[in-house]
T-cell receptor, first 111, second 114 residues
Framework: DAKTTQPPSMDCAEGRAANLPCNHS???????VYWYRQIHSQGPQYIIH???NNETNEMASLIITEDRKSSTLILPHATLRDTAVYYC????????????FGQGTELSVKP | KAGVTQTPRYLIKTRGQQVTLSCSPI?????VSWYQQTPGQGLQFLFEYFSETQRNKGNFPGRFSGRQFSNSRSEMNVSTLELGDSALYLCASSLAPSKIGEQYFGPGTRLTVT
């Protein structure tokens, strides 16, 4: 079963930052937080992952609270092409290719 | 570099038939995972192959099987199809099972069982 809780849907204005929350209150010390997104009719796409420090890449930033019980994915300047379902996943690093997806957050970026 | 390719993209079968889906990973990737996506159950892990060996298996009946070839290409087979097997079947590849952050998904095969 998924170990994360996400809001089912969110809206964001184009050009504004999109902040997607994820609750993972039962996360273990060796579990990472991963974010994927799935644009309609495509396969999921890896965005970013982290253990306890905040992370940033060309796509997004990941902010993990100090107690690691929640995190926020930030898309700094959302575009219409960022409209997708965003999945937050927690897992240990030695589980191979297995990902357990929850229901995710459907982000709608509006003009 | 070409992405993950899956064939066919769309497939219609009838109940009781069997089906084979194919996945070609990104060149150099040796790990392939398969997922089933349905509106009701979401994305569910089926199995994972690395170096022609199944490393991990999800909670699916034995009608679902897979294999991986020496060139890392993978196939999955579903026998005795049921209406509930209608789904989008996705495969994902990575260099190795540990490289989960570099896992790339294909576009999927849309299977409809009538």
């Amino acid at each position: 079963d998924a170990k994360t809780t996400q809001p089912p849907s969110m809206d964001c204005a184009e050009g504004r930052a999109a902040n997607l929350p994820c609750n993972h209150s039962t996360i273990s010390g060796n579990e990472y937080v991963y974010w994927y997104r799935q644009i309609h009719s495509q396969g999921p796409q890896y965005i970013i992952h982290g253990l306890k420090n905040n992370e940033t890449n060309e796509m997004a930033s990941l902010i993990i609270t100090e107690d690691r019980k929640s995190s926020t994915l930030i898309l700094p300047h959302a575009t219409l092409r960022d409209t997708a379902v965003y999945y937050c996943i927690v897992r240990v690093d030695n589980q191979g290719g297995k990902l357990i997806f929850g229901q995710g957050t459907e982000l709608s970026v509006k003009p | 570099k070409a992405g993950v390719t899956q064939t066919p993209r769309y497939l219609i079968k009838t109940r009781g038939q069997q089906v084979t889906l194919s996945c070609s990973p990104i060149s150099g990737h040796r790990s392939v995972s398969w997922y089933q996506q349905t509106p009701g159950q979401g994305l569910q892990f089926l199995f994972e192959y690395f170096s022609e060996t199944q490393r991990n298996k999800g909670n699916f009946p034995g009608r679902f099987s897979g294999r991986q070839f020496s060139n890392s290409r993978s196939e999955m087979n579903v026998s005795t199809l049921e209406l509930g097997d209608s789904a989008l079947y996705l495969c994902a590849s990575s260099l190795a099972p540990s490289k989960i952050g570099e896992q790339y998904f294909g576009p999927g095969t849309r299977l409809t069982v009538t």
